[in-house]
């Protein structure tokens, strides 16, 4: 049973058991209404003030929680953040080496290539020529 329960039942009983007392008691009738009367406006103000301590406990717990996950939240947003740009950059640089190694491919197929041609004029030797170079 939680702490507010109990109180609750504790102050509950209490306001039972002065009620049977004075029902019981050798007083008058108006007498005993009056007292009962003002016994359960004090136990209304009792259980007023504990429904709002209560309350206030519960809000300052759910307004914690709500500040740890909202800054989990954002550290873990920053921690994928920083993952996804090492990453990309990552795979950025390996793009750039296949690029410049597919380059350097081009150019030696094209020159074997070139060994391979006949030059039938004088402008396929002048590209022979260059593309051996």
């Known amino acids: 049973m939680s702490k507010s329960n109990t109180v609750f039942a504790l102050l509950t009983g209490a306001a039972i058991g002065i009620a049977a007392g004075v029902l019981y008691a050798p007083e008058s009738g108006e007498k005993t209404r009056k007292k009962l009367k003002k016994q359960a406006k004090k136990a209304q103000a009792d259980i007023d003030a504990q429904a709002r301590k209560t309350y206030a406990q519960v809000s300052d717990k759910a307004a914690q ?28 640089y390996k793009a750039d080496d296949a690029i410049v190694a597919l380059e350097n491919k081009l150019e030696q197929l094209r ?18 020529t260059k593309a051996t170079v």
């Open 111 to 128: 020159a074997q290539n070139a060994k391979l041609q006949k030059p039938n004029s004088v402008d396929g030797l002048v590209k022979k």
């Open 65 to 92: 929680l709500t500040s740890t996950v909202s800054s989990k939240a954002v550290e873990l947003k920053g921690n994928v953040g920083e993952r996804i740009e090492t990453a990309l950059s990552s795979a950025s």
